[in-house]
């Protein structure tokens, strides 16, 4: 084996020039595989008995039992007339031991192979002197060459960025990131069954929406050339799922993608999955008990327990979870009283603390919501549902009093991660409401909602007492796979493609 070879196997730092001449070999052994009739990408199927997992975890009771398993190279020790390596597979890794004597040419075609290539192989199973579960094998054979070099492999890939856009490779160099998505599908199919059993009925509602409504968002725009016509990718599935409510169906949910052209950051991504749910003859109350047994049934799922650790601190999910208006909370953290000042006063002392209000939102309501987020979001660390927001922040929400909702929404570690409304079912206040956001909008505010005219009158049909809510997916997997960036729970999270 030449030193380029040996590069190869060890995947050491490399210069590029080092990297094409690696590249040019392994497609030069691609080449004499196919001219000696042994193409690789020829194989079109092999059959396994079992993963890495189930091998180890059954031993001593498998020894000397035959398997065959297909996974990836992912190190290679060549000793002469016999060789370990370990294979990766969808669980894990295993150690193999090959000699000589026992595979003949295959022995000297399983020396050419690369850290990387997938191969697929037959053994008894047995433990070595070290102690390693591992397979003895007596037949293998190659199934895909790698005509890439794997990222050097004691320390994995870790370069963030690279991570992203390749999450392949990702996926490959770091096993703990498989294990972060597969702790996302359990997540997502423990809130399906909660539902399910409850009585939800999980249903689709359009991506493609021609007006931009259910949530305070800025857009996506796009158009369609057969109608020649602009429309959105939905921003929320609320207007359509309170549209179901009305036309008779009591308990609905859809999971799915929502799109928002907004900043990038470790708590945000331009397309996000959600949960949003609706119960007739129900009101927030049933909402909060709803979110409290959902983040038990997650918990229950992943084996959690009642508490789980974030970033090194340790978060309760003791129900029931503690419970502040938005009042309270900022009379706690900032003094101001909300029920005691009137408005002029309580805006004049906002802006003391460093409010900037824009001049379409000079209210009350808004400085209300200005001196949350500066001052009392960061400091909301266990669960915490913080209730009553201003009505100007709240256009599809019951009113409660002239000023306030019944709306709230659940914090942790200082993130959002739920939002639920009492549901405003009065067609004439909806109007209302759609119009002062028309002003907003009229205003330059980008976020402001259209006016749903076929929603107020879906409203006008008559809906029930309804609650609704919805849980950001994307968040509540980072907090339960103690992720600290939501790129790290999404696959392929948006980014700015490379030049």
């Not at 079109?44 to 996974?71: C, E, L």
């Not at 295993?94 to 020396?111: H, V």
């Not at 009591?250 to 928002?260: C, M, P, Q, S």
């Not at 129900?319 to 029920?339: I, Q």
Request: glycine share 8%; charged share 30%; with cysteine.
């Amino acid at each position: 084996m030449n030193s380029k070879e040996m590069a190869t196997e060890n995947n050491e730092g490399l210069s590029e020039e080092a990297l094409r001449e690696i590249i040019q070999i392994r497609h030069d052994k691609l080449k004499n595989l196919v001219d000696e009739g042994k193409d690789p990408f020829e194989i079109t199927s092999f059959k396994r008995s079992h993963y890495s997992k189930q091998i180890i975890d059954a031993y001593p009771k498998n020894d000397a039992k035959k398997v065959t398993i297909a996974g990836r190279i992912m190190s290679k020790r060549i000793m002469g007339k016999a060789s370990f390596s370990h294979i990766l597979d969808y669980q894990g890794q295993i150690q193999i031991y090959l000699k000589g004597e026992n595979l003949g040419d295959k022995y000297e075609e399983y020396k050419k192979f690369d850290i990387g290539d997938i191969v697929g192989l037959t053994g008894k199973v047995f433990i070595t002197k070290m102690g390693e579960v591992s397979i003895n094998v007596s037949d293998i054979t190659l199934l895909s060459k790698s005509l890439l070099p794997l990222p050097e492999k004691w320390n994995g890939l870790k370069d963030n960025e690279l991570r992203y856009r390749q999450r392949y490779v990702d996926l490959i160099a770091n096993p703990h990131v498989k294990e972060t998505f597969i702790k996302r599908s359990k997540i997502i199919r423990a809130i399906r069954n909660f539902l399910d059993k409850k009585g939800y009925l999980e249903v689709e509602t359009p991506v493609l929406a021609t007006l931009a409504g259910g949530a305070s968002a800025r857009p996506f725009i796009t158009h369609h050339n057969t109608l020649d016509m602009q429309m959105y990718l939905r921003i929320a599935t609320e207007l359509y799922l309170k549209r179901l409510i009305v036309g008779g169906f009591d308990k609905v949910y859809e999971i799915g993608r929502l799109f928002r052209n907004e900043g990038i950051s470790i708590k945000h991504n331009p397309e996000f999955t959600t949960i949003e749910l609706y119960e007739a003859y129900t009101d927030l109350e049933g909402m909060i008990k709803i979110t409290e047994e959902i983040f038990e049934a997650v918990a229950k799922e992943l084996g959690c327990g009642d508490s789980i650790v974030y970033q090194g601190t340790q978060i309760s999910l003791k129900r029931p979870f503690l419970r502040m208006s938005m009042s309270e909370s900022v009379k706690k953290y900032t003094g101001l009283d909300f029920d005691k000042t009137n408005s002029d006063e309580f805006i004049k002392a906002a802006k003391g603390m460093g409010v900037v209000l824009d001049k379409t939102k000079m209210t009350k309501g808004f400085a209300l919501v200005e001196l949350f987020d500066g001052f009392v979001e960061k400091e909301l660390i266990q669960p915490t549902f913080i209730t009553d927001y201003p009505i100007e922040v709240s256009p599809l929400a019951k009113k409660k009093g002239n000023d306030l909702t019944h709306r709230f929404e659940l914090f942790m570690y200082a993130r959002e991660m739920a939002n639920a409304f009492s549901e405003l079912n009065d067609p004439l206040d909806q109007k209302q409401r759609f119009l002062e956001q028309m002003k907003l909008k009229a205003g330059g505010d980008e976020e402001a909602q259209d006016y749903d005219e076929d929603f107020v009158t879906a409203l006008e049909y008559g809906m029930p007492p309804t609650g609704g809510l919805g849980i950001g997916i994307d968040r509540l997997v980072m907090m339960f796979t103690d992720s600290a960036s939501i790129r790290d729970v999404l696959l392929y999270p948006t980014m700015k493609p490379k030049k």
